[in-house]
């Protein structure tokens, strides 16, 4: 066995094979993959894989990854015989409520590019011949999609990596790892030791074990799923093809099916899950049959394959396979510098998971933003045992669930709060979970406010009206009118401090940070791309001490973004202060009089302009204030101590009320922002745009010097704009998006999708944003945006709609 490598990749099923060939096509040589069972079916998930094929989802990154699977293994051939099968697949619906999820299902597939078709029964009967089409609705069938056999997928990947040097060894098992000045240097294998560069952990259902020897915790768990494969059915006698029909998924019941040379292989969700800890799997991925869990699935699979009646399974699998507690993978870099990892990832994902881990190995950039599969994107709270347990074991019994984009989770709650939480409850908030933190989304307090704004507020029934009040619009018109007062304890808090700050934050940084002490600074982290990594500010405390301010959910990626960029002479600090402060939004027109109240400093404009910083005392309240406000008013984000959090709420509140300052949710804010064109990351941003086509171009400083992904912006400015972020408003009274519907142009040409929508309750139209391609992003170019089965047409507008001048946010 080789003693040395510039890689080694433990596990060689499916995703380590294609890692291994995507980093030999990158000019690897040195490449050692093993696993501890037989090459190539090895024992693991991959081995048992029924191998649907399929690139329904909701995510573009793992549409793009799914995609990407299917065309690498169209052509791939293992001891003679084809591994892919371009068949197709179908979801089936039984019921109008399966059907508009189809219709919306079919509307995101369209938004990202892929081929797909709603059918009627009787075209779903032509591709399945056996199947009951009475009992059905409709279909939607996608033609590019398909079956691989998986195991063979993974040795026919293998031997082309094998043909550009690669080396692969089965039977070889991993057991720790050797760290010098924290990097991994070495595998230690039963086998011998393989020094090394690099380590790239594939190994799925055991990923976590691994990962444990060197501290870095994987929230995954492994769970039995059971299949089962018929007798040779009469039916299909005299084919052979080994599959020439396309899989089917029928969701309403939890299952799947699809045609297995001359037999039928039924597979089901439908029993509660069998979660198994990493530590507990054993050698391979097979589970003991349940004939309890399976009864229930023999009998549903009659309802759809009449003909199955009576047939005997005779081949019956309980496999397992990697829930993580999102539902993503976990990818990318790690914090022990040298161990990457790539695992929660299954057969229809592994070609593209592949491509975009070996990408990210050899260049540090990947073709596709991977912020969703971002292994450093977990909370702490995300990575303890109960809450690992709970969430993989609910993702599971939602497989094939209708989920709402907004639908909440049930648990585990109350996991992270504002120390101002009970005076929210009193309020009457409707919570959702925001990484953890229980966030109202608006208030039940504020229902009183409804008659008042009654006709400014429109409707809203079925889909749309899911998770949704009337209520949000009073609270928008509330705060326009008066102000409120918003929770932004659940913003991460990021203190970077030291003498080599100041040049350090400028490296990262499009923006200009060099700025007077209290000044506040707005400006993206990009990559080498140019493609935007985060969106925050950054506020001069003193100099060599700076404040970071971004979103809840992105915080852990961009804390290990900051330190794996750090100096390494110690000349920086960075240290996460999110738990140690909290913070109160307080914006609107009164919100300069409320403040005066209870403040000791003058907070008058010519004193406190926009986009400064200062100490405030408020009341008893030692804090800090930034004058800036994502609401698009004027007024601050307030952050002090924890301990002083109920108080700060309490004089805040107390002090507004005769004023009519209210306390307003997440939704508000949401269409508070949209009406001023303030970006979401994670929507509006992220790594597949860079500032420009972001509209940010006013927040980047090419002139500063040299910053990460400065050659990249300078050959785009160079090149100019293909595309560009765009507001819409729709034309109709009654249009709707939610998000990642398809725009068309009037010609019927896909153009793109909305990132984000909302109703403006202050301009009184429904806005939606979208990156357009240039030629339709002129103000006055119309559209259609297609909302389940139908269309609205949308104008480009101004962007933003509501005070343009900024006057509001300036006075």
């Known amino acids: 066995m080789r003693e ?103 509307n995101t597939n369209t938004a990202y590019g892929v081929e797909n078709y709603l059918i ?23 033609p590019n999609d398909g079956n691989t056999k998986a195991w063979q ?77 018929t007798e040779p059915l009469p039916e299909l006698a005299g084919e052979t093809r080994w599959i020439y029909q396309p899989p089917v998924r029928l969701q309403e019941r939890a299952m799947y099916f699809r045609q297995w040379d001359d037999a039928y292989c039924t597979g089901s969700y439908r029993h509660e899950p069998r979660i198994v800890s990493p530590y507990e799997v054993g050698q391979d991925a097979y589970w003991q049959w349940r004939e309890d869990d399976w009864a229930v699935a023999a009998e549903d699979a009659l309802y759809l394959y ?42 229809t994902h592994a070609g593209g998971a592949g491509k975009a881990i070996a990408e990210w190995m050899a260049r540090g950039t990947t073709e596709w933003d991977m912020r969703e599969a971002d292994v450093n994107r977990f909370h702490a709270h995300q990575q303890t045992k109960r809450y690992i347990q709970i969430r993989t074991a609910q993702n599971y019994r939602e497989v094939y669930d209708i989920i709402h984009p907004l639908d909440q989770m049930r648990e585990p709650r109350n996991v992270r709060l504002a120390p101002y939480h009970a005076r929210l409850q009193a309020q009457q908030g409707e919570f959702f979970s925001v990484s953890g933190w229980e966030a109202a989304q608006w208030y039940g307090e504020n229902a009183r406010l409804l008659e008042k704004y009654e006709d400014q507020i ?51 940084a499009a923006n200009q940070i060099e700025q007077p002490v209290g000044k506040i600074v707005y400006t993206s982290l990009l990559n080498t791309q140019g493609g935007i990594k985060a969106d925050l500010t950054v506020t001069r405390l003193a100099e060599d001490h700076f404040w970071l301010l971004t979103g809840a959910g992105t915080g852990p990626a961009d804390l290990f973004w900051l330190n794996s960029h750090a100096p390494a002479d110690g000349s920086v600090m960075i240290r996460d202060l999110t738990s140690a402060y909290t913070g109160v939004g307080l914006w609107g027109p009164q919100a300069r009089a409320v403040l005066q109240s209870v403040a000791d400093e003058d907070v008058s404009n010519d004193v406190w302009p926009y986009f400064t910083a200062r100490p405030v005392t408020i009341d008893t309240i030692p804090a800090y204030a930034l004058r800036l406000s994502y609401a698009g008013e004027l007024g601050w984000e307030i952050y002090c101590r924890a301990e002083f959090g109920l108080r700060l709420w309490d004089v805040l509140w107390e002090t507004g009320r005769p004023s009519g300052l209210i306390a307003f949710g997440g939704g508000a804010f949401n269409s508070l922002r949209l009406e001023k064109g303030y970006r979401g990351y994670g929507a509006e941003l992220h790594s597949d745009y860079n500032p420009y086509e972001a509209g940010l171009g006013w927040a980047v400083r090419l002139h500063k010097g040299e910053f990460i992904g400065r050659e990249a912006l300078l050959k785009a400015k160079e090149k100019g704009l293909s595309r560009k972020l765009c507001c819409l408003t729709f034309d109709e009274p009654d249009g709707m998006a939610l998000g990642k519907e398809p725009i068309f142009s009037l010609a019927g040409e896909t153009l793109g999708y909305v990132t984000s ?26 559209v ?23 006057v509001r946010l300036k006075s």
Not at 175 to 196: H, P, Q, S, Y
Not at 793 to 801: E, G, I, K, S, Y
């Open 757 to 782: 929508a909302d109703y403006g309750y202050s301009v009184g139209k429904f806005i939606a944003y979208a990156y357009l391609p240039i030629a339709y992003a002129t103000k006055g170019t119309q």
């Open 784 to 806: 259609n945006i297609q909302y389940f089965d139908r269309q609205y047409r949308a104008t480009v507008a101004d962007d933003p709609l509501f005070d343009a001048g900024m």
């Open 120 to 142: 009627s029964p009787q075209e779903v009967k032509e591709l399945v011949p056996i199947i009951d089409e009475t009992v059905l609705k409709g279909g939607m069938y996608r």
């Open 458 to 508: 429109p409707e809203r029934s079925g889909w749309e009206a899911r998770f949704w009040s009337r209520i949000q619009g009073a609270e928008h018109l509330a705060v326009r009118k008066n102000g409120g007062l918003f929770n932004i304890s659940t913003f991460t808090k990021i203190e970077v401090a030291g003498a080599g700050a100041l040049d350090y934050l400028e490296r990262l």
């Open 306 to 347: 009449p003909c199955l009646r009576g047939r005997e399974y005779v081949t019956k699998v309980n496999g397992m396979f990697v829930f993580s507690v999102d539902g993503f993978p976990m990818m990318g870099p790690t914090k022990v510098p040298g161990f990457w990892s790539c695992v929660g990832i299954w057969v």
């Open 4 to 106: 040395q490598a510039q890689v080694v990749i433990i596990g060689a099923g499916i995703v380590g094979c294609s890692a291994a060939y995507h980093l030999t096509r990158l000019g690897w040589r040195d490449v050692v993959v093993i696993d501890q069972g037989p090459l190539f079916e090895t024992g693991g998930s991959t081995s048992h894989a029924p191998g649907i094929t399929f690139g329904t989802n909701p995510s573009l990154m793992m549409t793009q990854m799914s995609e990407y699977t299917v065309r690498l293994l169209d052509g791939l051939v293992f001891e003679g015989e084809p591994v892919w099968y371009k068949v197709g697949t179908l979801e089936v619906a039984t019921t109008e409520e399966r059907m508009q999820e189809l219709w919306r299902r079919h």
């Open 153 to 229: 997928a993974a040795g026919a990947l293998a031997q082309l990596a094998m043909a550009e040097g690669a080396v692969f060894y089965g039977g070889v098992t991993a057991t720790d790892f050797e760290l010098t000045g924290g990097r991994v240097t070495a595998v230690l294998t039963d086998k011998g030791r393989i020094e090394c560069e690099q380590v790239l952990l594939c190994t799925n259902i055991w990923g976590a074990v691994l990962a444990d020897k060197v501290g870095v915790t994987l929230p995954m768990m492994a769970c039995a799923h059971q299949y089962a494969v």
